[in-house]
Nanobody
């Protein structure tokens, strides 16, 4: 069974930082393209970032480019999202997603003073 478990969300002030983690199991993580997506209140899913199976190729939405960094540890079957200079508009539930579109339960990120 494919499982993706996100963690690391929370409440942070504007300008702050958070690091999200996603523990993966039930598939060959080291061969999978992985993504972070988010859903803000009342909005649809937004693709935030993706990373190739080896970690050498990454992509970012324009809204987070230069502030967020995606990475992975294939030995630990874990995906990360380092988020810096957070803005209120980054408030959303963040999900990790594999290439098949399976997502975890999500972790809430709230950016507010």
């Amino acid at each position: 069974e494919v499982q993706l478990v996100e963690s690391g969300g929370g409440l942070v002030q504007p300008g702050g930082s958070l690091t999200l983690s996603c523990a993966a199991s039930g598939f060959t993580f080291s061969r999978a393209v992985m993504r972070w997506v988010r859903q803000a209140p009342g909005k649809g899913l937004e693709r935030v970032s993706s990373i190739s199976s080896s970690g050498t190729v990454t992509t970012y939405a324009d809204s987070v480019k230069g502030r967020f960094t995606i990475s992975r540890n294939n030995a630990k079957n874990t995906l990360y999202l380092q988020m810096n200079s957070l803005k209120p508009e980054d408030t959303a539930v963040y999900y990790c997603e594999n290439a098949a579109g399976t997502r975890g339960q999500g972790t809430q990120v709230t950016v507010s003073s």
